[in-house]
């Protein structure tokens, strides 16, 4: 009984995962194509399946405990791997948490691809900002009444004297 029960929870957080997934690839694709309306949607969207996914995740971590007690394992012991062990299903358990391992793995890869962009688009539009306005906003100091001081290289002007 609840070997089905688990395996219900775990097809449906990998139905969400697989989700995820495919909205991080469009992000990808829409910070390539900087269509900031579109991320913004996607990461809107990615919100509320992180949201059924918690959902799931408290579900199956129930379940874990309950099983756990049956088994009379310690805390310690309680992992879906151990718990495998004893289930009836065992192979589709495997698969199915072997799945969402997979797919977990490429979720983190393409996330780290989608930072890498923003990252570089961020440092992009620092750049454009700097020449546009001539100053590097790292060297910018202010005085204490929050006025901006104008640092002089005086050995650019060596070449006077």
């Known amino acids: 009984m609840w070997e ?13 995962l697989n989700k995820v997934l495919e909205k991080e ?3 990808k694709r ?9 991320i913004l949607e996607i990461n809107s969207e990615e919100e ?3 949201y059924e996914i918690e959902k799931y995740e408290i579900a199956r971590n129930e379940i874990t405990k309950r099983i ?12 879906l791997s151990r718990i495998i062990e004893f289930a009836s299903n065992k192979p ?10 997979h797919i977990i793995s490429e979720i983190k890869n393409i996330s780290f691809e989608n930072k890498i962009l923003i990252e570089s688009s ?10 546009i306005t001539n100053t590097k906003a790292s060297e910018d100091t202010y005085n204490n009444k929050g006025k901006k001081e104008m640092k002089i290289n005086l050995q650019s002007y060596s070449t006077i004297t």
């Open 92 to 101: 589709i358990l495997e698969k199915l948490k072997n799945d969402i391992t």
């Open 68 to 79: 756990s007690r049956r088994l009379n394992l310690t805390s310690e012991e309680t992992t």
């Open 30 to 38: 829409y910070l390539l194509n900087r269509d900031l309306e579109k």
């Open 25 to 27: 690839n469009d992000k």
């Open 122 to 131: 961020i440092n992009v539009s620092l750049s454009i900002i700097e020449k």
């Open 4 to 16: 089905k029960e688990l395996v219900d929870i775990l097809e449906k957080e990998k139905e969400l």
């Open 48 to 50: 509320k399946i992180f």
